[in-house]
T-cell receptor
């Protein structure tokens, strides 16, 4: 079974720009969660989608948004990028209680 | 608010020197406690799920245990390839997953 895939793997943007990250979950999984990981804050929950509906949301500003498509693929968008948005963005796919992570997208904001 | 605290922050072991990592938690209704391993620059790799106090899970040199307030990850006779950051997470009744800051384990040959 193929694992969770995330594209792109690396991204460099400048302040003020926007970015869209993509995640394809494990086949059959209907839940997709997004996390931000930084050295100082660790893994922080952004949001979770289940069957195209946002089921949970973390404590991030409205610049961070996401959506899930009917094939369970998900996208995350960050608008008006700030330097502090530089991080590893991880997507996790769930078919039950466990979550399985993708390799992440490394976003650098200059 | 759910809280997960891991200790120690870092652990340096000699190959073969067994040790334990601690994860203490407060959560509104535990739907599962999870252990992950993360290598630098990669996504976390799922290791174990524990659901109720007294439960134990084993995989190779790793063994996870659970009480009502904490979980331990025991590493028996570690090898250099066990070097990684080990993350603990809890899922609460609202399905949110909260992670600890992790314990970075370094095993020297």
């Amino acid at each position: 079974k193929a694992g969770v895939t995330q594209t792109p793997r690396y991204l460099i943007k400048t302040r003020g720009q926007q970015v869209t990250l993509s995640c394809s979950p494990i086949s059959g999984h209907r839940s997709v969660s997004w996390y931000q990981q930084t050295p100082g804050q660790g893994l922080q929950f952004l949001f979770e989608y289940f069957s195209e509906t946002q089921r949970n949301k973390g404590n991030f500003p409205g610049r961070f948004s996401g959506r899930q498509f009917s094939n369970s693929r998900s996208e995350m968008n960050v608008s008006t990028l700030e330097l502090g948005d530089s991080a590893l963005y991880l997507c996790a796919s769930g078919g039950g209680n466990e979550q399985f992570f993708g390799p992440g997208t490394r976003l650098t904001v200059l | 608010e759910d809280q997960v605290t891991q200790s120690p922050e870092a652990l340096r072991l000699q190959e073969g020197e067994s040790s334990s990592l601690n994860c203490s938690y407060t959560v509104s209704g535990l739907r599962g406690l999870f252990w992950y391993r993360q290598d630098p620059g990669k996504g976390p790799e799922f290791l174990f799920t524990l659901y109720s106090a007294g439960e134990e899970k084993e995989k190779e040199r790793l063994k996870a245990t659970l009480t009502k307030k904490e979980s331990f990850l025991h590493i028996t006779a570690p090898k250099p390839e066990d070097s990684a950051t080990y993350l603990c997470a809890v899922r609460s009744n609202d399905y949110k997953l909260s992670f600890g800051a992790g314990t970075t384990v370094t095993v020297r040959a």
